[in-house]
């Protein structure tokens, strides 16, 4: 019996996917990508029914979705931990050009409708 791929990809072995010539789904690749990767290609038509097109929409997929589309508890796992890392592992590496970060420490009391 073969060991599905998820089992075989630890968390120290899956960050060096990319130089090992794995095929890591990228963020504007279909969903369905992601869900093959996952071994969740059963629920595409769930997914794909919630508005879910492409990987990076993923992110906003909460662990009641999941449920909902019916996975069990050891697949929302499964979903939830290889969608973090993918995403980590997509995210951009170029810093963000300037006017497009907000300050974290913006004081909104200082605002004039604030007085």
Partial sequence: MEIPRFL?????IFANVCE????????????LSFLNFADLAQYEE?????????VDNIQ??????C????????????FLRLRNTVLSICAPTEP?????RRSATKEPWKDKKYG
């Fill in 8 to 12: 075989r990809l630890s968390e120290s």
């Fill in 20 to 31: 090992n010539g794995e095929s890591v789904p990228k963020k504007e690749e279909p969903v």
């Fill in 46 to 54: 769930k997914v794909a029914a919630d508005g879910l097109i492409v």
């Fill in 60 to 65: 906003d997929v909460q662990r009641d979705d």
């Fill in 67 to 78: 449920f909902r589309y019916g996975m069990t508890e050891m697949e929302v796992r499964r």
């Fill in 96 to 100: 963000a050009q300037e006017g497009q």
